[in-house]
């Protein structure tokens, strides 16, 4: 075997490169956005026009202390869970339902899901809203709901949101998924057969275990993607929806700061986000390590 | 050994940037009677007109200046502030002169982006015949930043076959509008009575203001926001009692704003809506063509105007400018008389010299009842920095939502409204 | 002999197939449509009269060959480097043992957690003084736009790249050790071919990030208009009076074709790649 100290310094190579990049290009602006977060940081300061002006935790307490911050986020977190059900339910099922399948309507589902991920963001939440138009959408045609608006109810326009969030990102379930599920040895589950083990237990105790690692991986993955939803609820909801009802953290953040300019406010809300997002992976992380798994 | 390496990396960092990083002020000491101008000025979407105009401008002005070369550049209005924020904060990459919108006059002068022009306008005999309420909208804190390249504003389109059909007449007053709205959809219910739009902010002001209301007022250089009181409450109560069952629908317009609401009537949708001279390229390609006629959107009296809002583009010379005289010169030249009238002719923006408006307007039957808004007195939103901030939080039109979706009554939304503007008047 | 349930599998798998493939349909098939239908309150799922006439619109569109070539040029520089560098660092967090592996680990996802939009600030005025020392990479400039998603790219390359380098059994580096390769040897002769499936799902994850960015491109090309990227010729369809429907459909369609050829090309790898994160 190779020494620690042969293989300290051989890290050090490998992770120089990374590591120059990722310091430099987001450490960096990682750290002014902490530091920007103390401030009141707008376009006057940006430009150079006025002085700075620390504020320490100020613009924390007026996040903290405004009432439509704690709507967003309970809105935000319940839609990121639906999302990520959601993603993981219709992902893993069409990864089980694609082994099932011979080898024509698998492609087909693979190019289906391929396509669906392939979609650029901007242009698959047009396509969906273009479908879902009160006047001129297909779907409102074809269910005789002429005028129907889906973007008007707030649920009615979170579910909408949420299953084109699902629509664009279960490719990456299902894909990773049915790797995963191809990848367990034939002889494991026939072994576990032979030894009269039923279907769902089976499922549950060979295959489940086996498919863990990747389960965590997707699930992380998701649920880092689907708390800072951005382009499909500001493309769909025209901004954030009647009267900011469909509004999600990562909108809001832009709304109230980035729009007016008040970019102290903007990077609190994303440190905030960072924190929350950082808070729940901790804990999904460490309930998985009690249970025996490592990182 | 890492870890230490790691540290001292993030140390030095953290000691090189404690503060964040603001530009340098952007100075334009410079003065350069040579060498390339350059011009951001919007697209459209139809350019064609508007670039043979401009071109025509640059060839003059080029074949009047030796050594000038003009390089104009056409951005988009979606991206426009990103882009204006950038040159603003990079100035290698800032033009001499730019077109932008007057509602975002107050932010790019704080932030330091446009030069002050008082002293040249003085100079510029043209300069007198500018309508004083339009070059208003030029001004922050009275010193005026920029020359009106041309307005916008908006009034009442009626559909004249469902009013002959109906033996309708356009509203007298304001008090009329919802009655008359009502009858036509009861009579027509697969038509609004009136277009207008839960988003539609520039819709909604008219009635604001008609009725005694205003946005902000100002006291000492500092504003305080009016929506909430009588009058205001008033005239916004008049707006949203448009947005109903019986005259347009919230299911269907409370998501509207300026644009989709003015597309319901030229789909053949509405019996009325709220649209400006800007529409009327809209009107002509759509099923309406023919169909419509425009009436000065009415006052509180029989015979007054509700005031409009004064929209409209400007034409800046930004303060890092290297070609300060070469770029006031060019300013001149686009933003004149003779100009303006080509503008009109080409793409049928409303000039803003007052004599230019009045020979357009003998000529025109549509544009009659537009330049007779203007000569009642259009009025501007608070001419601060704050109002980007109000307008980009969507303040009026989450308040206008609110009501029509009946989630807030029309005291506490304009309230909620109140206390917004003023957080942000009093930062 | 026939499986029982595997037509009732075969059926759902096709309805499935169909039901998410809709939307692309649709996108496709506005893209086709003349003007008067796109926009039309009897919408049709098929059309009589098809018509190139968007792509004309969209492909005559002042510079869209230079977008589309400047889409590709950051896109891949962005992928190729991507790669190297995760590569290089994944083995290192997966091969070797030394102290702060797990906080470099929990780093590298911390920093999947900020949102983007937040650090385009700090992001400019970095690459504003970037541009300073070396102009090719500042603001305005294709290099610029290579920096950043190559910083954004990357955490999750790494992430991802990690499974792949872990699948990799130690007894081969093992026996190549014995046979006395080198460290170097070892790593680009051996490991780089077998980790190939997941250098492959990696790039194409790093591609479909710097295609499809619209942020960086519309704040960081301040004035080069020679310097945009695809995304901001189909942004100039969106007008604030009234979209050009086609034309962001025939845009889209664009923007999505090659992505989807790539990824059908490399679907077997990308399946069999992600596999290996499983055997680890």
């Given amino acids: 075997m190779i020494g620690i100290s042969r293989d300290g310094r051989a890290a050090l190579a490998y992770l120089a490169p990374a590591a120059l990049v990722l310091i430099g290009l987001l450490g960096y602006p990682i750290y002014q956005l902490v530091l920007i977060s103390f401030y009141d940081y707008g376009q006057e300061q940006v430009s150079g026009g006025a002085p700075l002006n620390w504020l320490g935790l100020g613009n924390y307490a007026k996040l903290l202390s405004d009432s439509q911050f704690w709507t967003v986020l309970a809105q935000t977190v319940g839609f990121a869970a639906c999302c990520v059900l959601g993603t993981l339910l219709v992902g893993a099922a069409l990864a089980v339902l694609a082994t099932r399948v011979r080898a024509v309507p698998r492609a087909l589902l693979f190019l289906a899901a391929l396509g669906a991920w392939a979609t650029p963001t901007v242009a698959g939440s047009t396509v969906w809203l273009f479908l879902f138009d009160a006047n001129f959408g297909l779907v409102n045609e074809v269910l005789g709901l002429q005028g129907f608006s889906w973007t008007y109810d707030r649920w009615v326009a979170f579910g909408l949101v949420a299953a084109q969030v699902v629509w664009c990102s279960f490719p990456f379930v299902m894909v990773t998924l049915y790797a995963g599920i191809k990848a367990i040895p034939g002889e494991v589950v026939e072994a576990a057969a032979l030894d009269g083990a039923s279907v769902p237990r089976t499922v549950r105790s060979v295959i489940l275990p086996l498919l863990r690692p990747l389960l965590v991986v997707v699930t992380i993955q998701s649920v880092i993607w689907d708390f800072k939803v951005f382009t499909q609820i500001y493309v769909m909801t025209g901004g954030g929806g009647v009267a900011g009802g469909n509004l999600v953290l990562n909108v809001y953040a832009y709304q109230q700061a980035f729009a007016a300019s008040e970019y102290g406010l903007g990077s609190a809300i994303g440190v905030v986000m960072t924190v929350l997002l950082l808070g729940f992976t901790a804990i999904y992380l460490r309930a998985l390590r009690r249970s025996g798994e490592a990182l | 050994m890492k870890r230490i390496a790691l540290l001292v990396a993030v140390g030095a960092l953290a ?8 530009s340098g002020p952007s100075g334009g000491a410079a003065d350069e009677k040579s060498g390339q101008l350059r011009v ?27 050594g000038v070369t003009v390089d104009v550049q056409y951005i988009q209005i979606s991206t426009r502030a990103e882009r204006f924020k950038g040159a603003f904060s990079d100035p290698k990459s800032a033009p001499d002169v730019a077109e932008f919108g007057n509602t975002d006059l107050a932010g790019y002068v704080a932030a330091g982006g446009f030069a002050e022009v008082g002293a040249d306008l003085d100079k510029w005999p043209d300069a007198k015949d500018l309508s004083p309420s339009i070059l208003d909208t030029a001004k922050v804190g009275g010193k005026v930043y920029a020359v009106p390249w041309y307005v916008g504003v908006r009034a009442l389109y009626y559909r004249t076959d469902v009013f002959s059909e109906l033996g309708l007449t356009p509203p007298k007053t304001l008090a009329e509008l919802a009655p008359l709205a009502r009858r036509i959809r009861a009579a027509k219910p697969d038509l609004f009575g009136i277009s207008v739009g839960g988003k539609y902010t520039y819709g909604m002001l008219p009635f604001l203001w008609a009725s005694g209301g205003d946005l902000a007022s100002q006291q000492g250089g ?32 409370a998501q509207n704003g300026g644009d989709a609401s003015v597309q319901a009537f030229v789909s053949g949708k509405a019996a009325m809506t709220i649209g400006g001279d800007f529409n009327r390229g809209a009107m002509k390609a759509g099923a309406v063509s023919g169909k419509y006629a425009v009436v000065p959107l009415p006052g509180m009296t029989e015979g007054s105007v509700a005031p409009a809002f004064a929209g409209g583009n400007l034409l800046g010379v930004t303060k890092s400018t290297a070609h300060r005289t070469l770029a006031v010169q060019f300013l001149q030249l686009l933003g004149g008389k003779s ?32 330049v007779r808004t203007l000569d009642a007195g259009p009025r501007f939103v608070p001419a601060t920095p704050a109002w980007a901030k109000i307008d980009a939080q969507a303040v009026l039109p989450t308040m206008l939502q609110q009501i029509a979706t009946k989630a807030q009554d029309l005291t506490a939304a304009t309230a909620t409204a109140a206390q917004h503007m003023n957080e942000a008047f009093g930062s | 002999m026939k499986r029982p349930g595997r037509t009732l599998a075969e059926v759902l798998a096709v309805l499935a197939a169909a039901a998410i493939a809709f939307p692309l349909y649709w996108m496709v098939l506005s893209a086709l449509k003349p003007e008067s239908e796109v926009i039309s309150s009897d919408p049709k799922p098929w059309t009589l009269q098809p018509s190139l006439d968007n792509f004309t619109r969209v492909l005559t569109t002042q510079g869209f060959g230079r977008y589309f070539l400047n889409s590709v040029l950051v896109a891949l520089v962005v992928v190729a480097l991507s790669l190297l560098i995760s590569f290089l660092a994944a083995t290192a967090l997966t091969r070797l043992r030394f102290r702060g592996r797990t906080l470099l680990l929990v780093m590298l996802l911390v920093a999947q957690m900020v949102p983007v939009e937040a650090l385009t600030i700090p992001m400019f005025f970095l690459m504003r003084s970037v541009g300073d020392a070396v102009p090719a990479f500042g603001l305005n400039q294709l290099g610029g736009l290579v920096l950043v998603h190559l910083a954004f790219s990357l955490p999750f390359a790494i992430w991802m790249l990690r499974g792949f380098v872990a699948a990799v059994p130690v007894e081969l580096e093992e ?62 369809f969106f007008k604030p009076d009234q979209n050009d429907w086609g034309a962001i459909m025939a845009g889209s369609t664009l923007m999505t074709v090659p992505v989807l050829v790539f990824f059908v090309l490399v679907q077997r790898r990308l399946v069999s790649g992600l596999a290996g994160a499983v055997k680890g």
């Fill in chain 2, 15 to 22: 000691v090189a940037g404690c503060a964040p990083v603001q």
């Fill in chain 2, 40 to 66: 951001w000025l919007f697209d459209e979407v139809n350019r064609g007109p508007k670039q043979a105009v401009v071109d025509q401008a640059v060839k003059q002005f080029q074949s009047e200046h030796a």
């Fill in chain 2, 222 to 253: 500092k504003f305080t926001s009016a929506v909430d009181s009588t009058n205001g409450r008033a005239g916004i109560g008049r707006y949203t009692e448009l947005l109903a069952e019986d005259i347009c629908p919230p299911q269907q317009c």
């Fill in chain 2, 339 to 370: 100009f303006q009238r080509k503008m009109f002719d080409a793409m049928g923006n409303l000039p803003t010299f007052t004599d230019v408006q009045r020979a357009v307007a003998e000529g025109d039957e549509f544009e009659r009842p537009f």
């Fill in chain 3, 175 to 236: 026996a190549a050790t014995l046979d006395g390769a080198s460290r170097q040897r070892f790593l680009w002769q051996v490991l780089f071919p077998l980790v190939a499936p997941g250098l492959v799902a990696t790039s194409v994850l790093s591609f479909i990030h710097a295609w499809n960015d619209f942020l960086f491109a519309k704040t960081f090309i301040i004035s080069a208009s020679e310097n945009q990227t695809l995304p901001l010729a189909l942004l100039a």
